[in-house]
C-alpha cells in the first residue's frame, strides 16, 4: 500500500496488511451489492414459477448472509487480535515511560528521570512562559529530574509506553509514520505502546479539531539509535538537575550582587 507514509513500527507491516485486506473485502462486497440490485431490476416482475426454485432462491439468500456475517465476524476478530499484539509489552524488555501532554496547542513530552518515577504535576503551577508548561511541583523529589520536551526522541528497538494526558481540551495523538492515534482526554490518563523500528524523523499531529490554532499543533518523533538516545536523556537530565538545584538553592553564592 504505497499510498501510505513509511512505516517506522514493529505492528505497521501487520495493520496495513489488513487495512489492505479489510479494503479488498469491502470493495467486493460493494460490488457483489450493487450486481444484486441490477439483477433485482432486470428480474422485476418474473416470478419464479415453481415453489422448489424459490425455496432454492431462499437457500442461497440465506447462504450469502450468513458468509458475509461470518465474514464480518472474521474482520472483528483479526483487527482486536493485531490491535492486542500491538499493545502487549514483551515483559522481558521493559518498556520506555514517556508522558505525552496536549496542551493547546502544542505536544509535551515527559521522561520520568533516573527514579523512573514522574513527579507531581498541579494545575495552578502551570506557566510556560517561566519554563514550566506542565505545571511540575518543585517541591516533589520526584520531579527534581523529570526531562520535559518538546520533540519525542526514542530508541529503535525498543517498546514504548506512552501515558496520554490533556492540559485543556480533547486532542487527539496521531503519529501516521508510526499507525498510531488515540485522543488525550483531560482529567483522564490513556496508555499506547508501540515498538519504533526505523530511525528518522516523524510527524505527530493533533487529530481533533481542538480550537483555532489546530491547524499548527505538531510536534516531532525522532527515531534514533539506543546509544544516542541514552547519551542525549542522561544530557538531559544532567542539566534539568542543575537548573533544579541552582533554583532551590536557599543562599546562591553567584547573582547576588547583581
Ligand atoms: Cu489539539
Redesign the pocket.
Known amino acids: 500500500m504505497n499510498w501510505l507514509p513509511p512505516n517506522g513500527a514493529l505492528h505497521g507491516a501487520a495493520l496495513d496488511h489488513l487495512l489492505g485486506l479489510n479494503l479488498l473485502i469491502v470493495f467486493w462486497l460493494f460490488v457483489a451489492a450493487q450486481v444484486l440490485i441490477v439483477v433485482a431490476l432486470f428480474r422485476r416482475g418474473t416470478r419464479s414459477s415453481t415453489a422448489k426454485s424459490g425455496r432454492v432462491l431462499l437457500i442461497i439468500d440465506y447462504a450469502v448472509l450468513l458468509a458475509v456475517i461470518g465474514l464480518y465476524w472474521w474482520m472483528l476478530a483479526s483487527s482486536h487480535r493485531l490491535w492486542a499484539a500491538a499493545r502487549e509489552q514483551p515483559s522481558t524488555n521493559p518498556a520506555i515511560q514517556v508522558e505525552v501532554t ?1 496542551v ?2 502544542q505536544w509535551y513530552f515527559r521522561y520520568p528521570g533516573r527514579d523512573s518515577v514522574y513527579g507531581a504535576v498541579k494545575p495552578n503551577l502551570v506557566n510556560a512562559p517561566a519554563g514550566n508548561p506542565l505545571g511540575l511541583d518543585p517541591s516533589d523529589p520526584h520531579a527534581a529530574d523529570d526531562v520535559v520536551s518538546s520533540i519525542l526522541l526514542l530508541p529503535a528497538g525498543q517498546p514504548v509506553d506512552l501515558t496520554l494526558r490533556s492540559q485543556d481540551v480533547i ?2 495523538f496521531f503519529v501516521p509514520g508510526m499507525r498510531l492515534k488515540q485522543d488525550a482526554i483531560p482529567g483522564m490518563s490513556g496508555h499506547l505502546s508501540f515498538t519504533p523500528e526505523a530511525t528518522g524523523d516523524y510527524v505527530i499531529l ?1 487529530s ?1 479539531v ?1 480550537g483555532l490554532g ?1 491547524y499548527r ?1 505538531q510536534a516531532r518523533l525522532r527515531v534514533v539509535t539506543p546509544d544516542q538516545f541514552n547519551a542525549w536523556l542522561a544530557n538531559r537530565e544532567r542539566a534539568t538537575l542543575s537548573a533544579h538545584a541552582e533554583s532551590s538553592d536557599p543562599n546562591p553564592s553567584t547573582g547576588a550582587a547583581r
Open positions: 496536549g493547546q496547542f486532542h487527539g493533533c481533533q481542538c489546530h499543533m
